[in-house]
């Protein structure tokens, strides 16, 4: 069953590649922040295609999705150490970009081993068609903060006339710091976002496939949770930046008293006067 054209469905692979790339590339300013959440997005999404892998029922669990999420996790691990602050390897645009065009590879090939007949409502009820949503949903919740990051600093500085790729520093782990966190406290919040958001629709997705227990309302309440503790300790940080310094008049010391002498100095020339004056 065939939902859109061949053409519309390129059209939309290479609009999601290059998005997910930009998107990757354009958190890429404090130190260890785009490994680590490639990190955990790659982890979590590994854990996910695996578990579609095995619920699909096939008979060999190897597909790209997985080997590509591998891929990325042994990098990350292999980089981070190198990459936290204070960095003594930095990844550039370069290692930033294969991050996002890798991660936008391993989402487009995981929805390959989908069942398009699963989106039919009259076969399902509406929790059961929720769980279906969900292998398209939890590919693009893992880079959600890369995503919204991108997509409002596309949007202020298009408002403002300027390209959508002049640089300013507004992004968000810019404002983390204006907050006051410290460089290591904002990569640390941006981590937290990224594990509470994707572990939020994954725990949806087990418990529709395993009927746990108030089925996806497991997950609902997991990430309702995690949000509120980490906006907490978003708009909270542990360190405030001191406020500039105030001029205090300068104070002597007591001592005696003088009396100045007059002293007589030449009269200066016009080109000095100019020179004392610029």
Known sequence: MILVSPWVSISITMLAIVVVMNAVNFID???GLVAGVCLIANGIFFVYSYILTRDSGATSYFN????LAAVLIGACVGFLPFNWSPAKLF??????LVLGLLMATSAIAVTTQGDVNAF?????GRSQLLGAFIPIVLPLVIVMLPLLDFGLAVFRRMRAGKSPFAPDRKHLHHRMLDLGHRDRDA?????AWTAVISLAVLLMYI???QDWPGGYMVGV???VVGSAACLVVTLMPSHRRPGPPVETAPTTAPGPTTTPVETTTPAKTADSSTMEHR
């Open 91 to 96: 990844m550039g645009d370069s290692g930033a």
């Open 29 to 31: 300013g404090l130190d």
């Open 120 to 124: 039919d409502p009259e076969r399902f």
């Open 187 to 191: 990569v640390l919040v941006f981590y």
């Open 64 to 67: 790209l999705a997985t080997f």
């Open 221 to 223: 309440v997991f990430g």
């Open 207 to 209: 418990a529709t496939r």
